[in-house]
């Protein structure tokens, strides 16, 4: 798709400018990092847009401060201040349970991770946000902790202008079939693999 320029015009009775507008549903996934930070890249555009933005970390721990989080806060002060940009909220839905899963109970978690999801659906039925970033919902799907053909359901559904972006390894089948942009994340090379750690403004 060179320049933007489409390969095939669907027979779906919308008008070039209805079609341009639908919101959309794009599912960031695979083995290599960039899912994340591709996502935060779209959502800086939304704010810039000045588009309500929602961002829903399911395994960063409370105590984890990323540094997609302090500038998005920094941006939704700037618009609380001055009107540039959007409205900016940022939530972590749970106690950082992605890898370690701890502290609490697996069951704990699962409930944590369900209540996240019903809120999500809470405000895409009130068209609370343009943007929503459900950042490792992925994890609580492949544990089935939440039910993917509800989530699935209720995003096809969802009324508005809402654009969703989920990142997160291995995406469910139906997620991926569902979703109107789908990337996924292949490693050629990592640091890590030759012993090096995480550093800051790279990982964090």
């Known amino acids: 798709m060179p320049q933007g320029q489409v390969t095939e015009v669907p027979e779906d009775g919308l008008t070039t400018r209805q079609r ?104 895409l039925e009130s068209q609370a946000h343009g943007f929503y970033v459900l950042d490792e919902f992925t994890y609580p799907l492949k544990w089935g902790w939440v039910d993917v053909a509800e989530v699935v359901e209720v995003l096809a559904a969802r009324e508005g202008r809402q654009h969703v972006v989920i990142t997160g390894r291995d995406a469910p089948a139906a997620l991926v079939d569902a979703a109107d942009l789908v990337l996924r994340t292949d490693k050629v090379k990592h640091p890590m693999d030759a012993g090096q750690k995480g550093q800051r403004g790279i990982e964090w």
């Open 20 to 123: 341009r507008n639908r919101p959309l549903l794009m599912v960031h996934t695979g083995e290599m990092k960039g899912k994340s930070t591709a996502a935060f890249g779209m959502a800086l555009r939304a704010w810039n847009q000045g588009w309500s933005v929602g961002v829903f970390q399911f395994v960063k721990s409370a105590k984890w401060k990323v540094g997609e989080e302090a500038a998005f806060r920094a941006l939704g002060r700037l618009h609380e201040q001055t009107g540039e940009g959007g409205p900016v909220e940022w939530h972590k839905m749970g106690e950082g349970w992605s890898w370690s899963r701890k502290p609490g109970t697996e069951e704990d978690h699962a409930a944590a991770a369900l209540e996240g999801w019903r809120e999500i659906r809470r405000r």
